[in-house]
């Protein structure tokens, strides 16, 4: 499986699944993320931020909600590609 950057205003060209860039050019996912954690450093709020939360629920539930992931975004998949 090949995993491709898609960002905030990209399109997805079905049914071949290329990606037309929109206005993001030259974007470093490095940069982008050191910025941010220097933001949550400066603001003392890094241990808000989802990433670095422990979350201790049943992964029976985290299963379901990544099948229901999957099964909304296959849905929504199915409906651009049919216009």
Sequence with gaps: M????FYPGDSIV????????????GYSDHSIKSVTNDFYY??????????????NTDESILDEC???FINEFSQL???RAEG
């Design 2 to 5: 090949e995993i491709i950057d």
């Design 66 to 68: 990544l099948e229901d």
């Design 77 to 79: 998949s199915a409906r």
């Design 14 to 25: 079905l049914p071949e699944g290329g990606i037309v860039k929109a206005f993001v050019n």
């Design 42 to 55: 400066t603001y003392e709020n890094i241990n808000e931020r989802i990433s670095y939360k422990i979350i």
